[in-house]
């Protein structure tokens, strides 16, 4: 692993380059001064989601989903249940896919809630379907390297 990790904010989108061993002292945005690691998921849009998939060198989990989708809404409060348990090794973000639907169509998504696990910029796991905090957890450890 290298020293520094970049990291992009989720509140201000700017850059951060932040040393490996800070990470969990919280660290917090040189711009903004928002957490990098948030307590609850945090919100992408497709502009976001792209700078995050460029920039971020910590994995990103995001979960795609619709404020019609039972399945989601139930899924919601372990998705951030999940978020608490796995930062700093993991960031989790959620998209509306339907607010963002060409993303929707970017990464052939035929069905929500689905989690796409991003390792610098590639789409490296999928799942789809609602699962809980625990099946979340142990999902990552299984799809993280190293």
């Known amino acids: 692993m290298t020293d520094t990790l970049h990291i992009i904010c989720p509140a201000c ?9 800070k990470l969990s002292a919280g660290p917090t945005c040189g711009v903004c001064k928002a957490p990098l690691f948030p307590e609850a ?4 849009d497709e502009v976001r989601l792209n700078k995050h998939l460029r920039n971020d060198e910590v994995p990103l989990l995001v979960d795609f989903w619709a404020p019609w989708c039972g399945p989601c809404k139930m899924m919601g409060p372990m998705f951030a249940d999940a978020s ?8 989790f973000a959620k998209l509306n896919t339907e607010q963002h639907q060409s993303v929707g169509a970017r990464f052939q998504i035929r069905g929500i809630p689905l989690i796409i696990l991003f390792s610098k910029g590639k789409d490296v796991a999928r799942h789809a379907g609602a699962i809980n905090a625990d099946q979340i957890v142990s999902w990552l450890r299984q799809n993280l390297k190293g």
């Open 41 to 44: 998921p945090f919100e992408l």
């Open 84 to 91: 608490r348990q796995m930062s700093p090794r993991v960031r």
């Open 13 to 21: 989108q700017a850059k951060n380059r932040i040393p490996t061993a």
